[in-house]
């Protein structure tokens, strides 16, 4: 299946790989078309935020767990065994219920098939309203953010989207741009059924396949372009001591403005990395020894996508050194997470003194009421008021029985 455009740009993943050790967040993923992803954090999870926002409208200890779901179409588990560990082993203490990876599908067109999902079609039959597609994903992003062209030019995403659209491929429009796609390549083939001054269909860019991995967890891509400069003015890289080479400062290319730097792979050294020119000044330097070099870390966390991605990195209150490694390598991800045997809430044993959700459903609602009454005759304590309220359920339940209206 061909993936032509944005609404195409999907990769399907079983939950369960989601949430084992597999394909959880900050995981790398090959995908279907060749290129690697990078699932976000749950911050960035559309489902997890409209109930979080729920919760925090609702500012109540008992939550009504079947109403958020009709409200706000995604399925939740309400494990208080679970809630529980996690608010005292990892201090989650605001932590109230889980909430279940939704069920999708993908169409013949690598689309999102909202339409007979059950929690679409009942959030429109009572409401009106459509889920859109973003309660139905997990958000991810392209990494490595570096690729490789077909004329070997080798630059970061964000460069490649700026020139997609400056030579105006497909007429500059950025739904057409996934996977990412190489404005230097055109095929034969033609975008049917668009309306396009450039109809073209553009070849892919080819990811860079090594990365920088950091022993407390950081990943990040290898700053090619620094790493270019450093290697013209012969810097140690490889010093065991470590090196600063995303802080490193370029000087600019002797031909001027900055160098345009390609990749160039060795036939003759087949098991070489190839080098790095810049088709401007003519200067190369070779990858050989490309795995022994060692960076301080800058405490990446790509998978945040946020402005706080970064956070201080130290080992024994050094500098932490990174390691290269290949995208594939099985040494990049290890997820921590914890399991629990899912015990129904009505199968659990009350504690001393614990109430059920009925009788914690009455307290909230005596409570309302007293807060009401309170304020038109403050003389009245809690007690009281209490003693009434059940001498009047007492009342009414004798005059439903002498009538024969309670079943």
């Known amino acids: 299946m061909d993936i032509r455009k944005e609404n195409q740009y999907n990769q399907s993943m079983g939950k369960y790989k989601i949430l084992s050790t597999a394909a959880g967040v900050g995981s790398i993923i090959t995908t279907k078309?060749?290129?690697?992803?990078?699932?976000?954090?749950?911050?960035?999870?559309?489902f997890v935020e409209v109930v979080s926002n729920k919760i925090k409208e609702i500012q109540s200890?008992?939550?009504n767990i079947p109403k958020i779901q009709e409200e706000c179409g995604v399925e939740l588990i309400e494990d208080p065994r679970f809630v529980d560990f996690l608010n005292v082993k990892k201090?989650?203490?605001?932590?109230?219920?889980?909430?279940?990876?939704?069920?999708?599908l993908l169409n013949s067109f690598n689309q999102i098939q909202r339409k007979g999902n059950p929690l679409y079609e009942s959030i429109k039959a009572r409401f009106g309203t459509e889920l859109g597609e973003d309660m139905f994903y997990i958000p991810a992003i392209n990494f490595p953010q570096w690729f490789i062209s077909a004329n070997s030019e080798i630059k970061p995403l964000n460069e490649w989207r700026k020139e997609w659209?400056?030579?105006k491929c497909n007429d500059g429009k950025m739904t057409?741009?996934?996977?990412?796609?190489?404005?230097?390549?055109?095929?034969?083939?033609?975008?049917?059924?668009?309306?396009?001054?450039d109809d073209v269909e553009y070849g892919l860019l080819k990811p860079v396949p090594l990365i920088l991995i950091c022993p407390n967890g950081h990943i990040s891509d290898i700053p090619w372009y620094k790493f270019f400069c450093a290697s013209l003015k012969h810097e140690k890289m490889d010093d065991d001591a470590g090196f600063e080479l995303f802080g490193y400062d370029c000087e600019d290319c002797s031909c001027g403005g900055k160098h345009n730097i390609k990749w160039l792979n060795s036939r003759n050294q087949a098991e070489s990395w190839g080098t790095l020119k810049c088709s401007k000044c003519g200067y190369s330097v070779s990858l050989a020894g490309i795995m022994n070099i060692k960076p301080y870390c800058r405490g990446e966390r790509p998978w945040v996508n946020k402005d706080n991605a970064y956070e201080r990195c130290l080992s024994t209150g050094q500098k932490t050194k990174m390691q290269v490694a290949m995208v594939t390598s099985n040494s990049i991800y290890y997820a921590s997470g914890f399991s629990s045997l899912y015990i129904p809430k009505?199968?659990?044993?009350?504690?001393?003194?614990?109430l059920n959700d009925q009788a914690r459903m009455v307290l909230s609602k005596v409570t309302e009421k007293y807060n009401t009454m309170v304020t038109r005759r403050p003389e009245m304590t809690q007690e009281e008021?209490?003693?009434?309220?059940?001498?009047?359920?007492?009342?009414?339940?004798?005059?439903?029985?002498?009538?024969?209206?309670?079943?």
């Open 33 to 46: 078309w060749g290129g690697f992803i990078m699932p976000l954090s749950i911050n960035n999870w559309k």
């Open 61 to 63: 200890q008992t939550l």
């Open 91 to 104: 201090r989650f203490t605001q932590l109230k219920c889980f909430v279940a990876i939704p069920h999708i």
């Open 165 to 167: 659209q400056i030579r």
């Open 176 to 197: 057409y741009f996934v996977p990412p796609r190489d404005p230097n390549k055109k095929t034969y083939r033609k975008i049917k059924a668009e309306v396009l001054h």
């Open 346 to 354: 009505d199968f659990i044993p009350l504690k001393p003194g614990q």
């Open 385 to 407: 008021f209490w003693k009434k309220s059940i001498m009047l359920v007492m009342n009414l339940l004798r005059m439903q029985i002498l009538t024969g209206s309670v079943v």
